[in-house]
C-alpha cells in the first residue's frame, strides 16, 4: 500500500500530555507508513482521515521547526514573567 504523504501548515507544536512522565509532547507528524494493527495511536490521529485506512496517510508538519522555536520562546517568556513576580 502506497502512503499519501500531505505537507501541511500546523498551528502548535506541542502539546499537553497525559502520559506518565511527560509534560509535553512534540507531534511533527500525524499518521504513519506502518499500520500496524495494535497501535494505539491509529485511533488518536485519524481524526483528519476518519475514511482513510490506517498506515495510508501522513501529514508532515512542514512549519515545525519554527512553531517550535516560537513556542519554547512563549514558554520561557512565561518563566521569566514568574520569575520577575516573585
Not at 72 to 78: A, E, G, N, T, V
Amino acid at each position: 500500500m502506497l502512503t499519501k504523504i500531505n505537507e501541511i501548515q500546523a498551528k502548535t507544536i506541542l502539546t499537553k500530555s497525559e502520559l506518565p512522565g511527560s509534560d509535553w509532547v512534540i507531534n511533527p507528524y500525524n499518521g504513519c507508513q506502518m499500520g500496524c494493527m495494535y497501535c494505539y495511536a491509529a485511533q488518536i490521529a485519524r481524526w483528519n482521515h476518519p475514511n482513510e485506512v490506517w498506515g495510508s496517510f501522513l501529514d508532515v508538519k512542514i512549519n515545525a521547526p519554527e512553531l517550535l522555536k516560537k513556542e519554547l520562546d512563549r514558554f520561557w517568556d512565561l518563566i521569566k514573567l514568574f520569575i520577575i513576580m516573585i
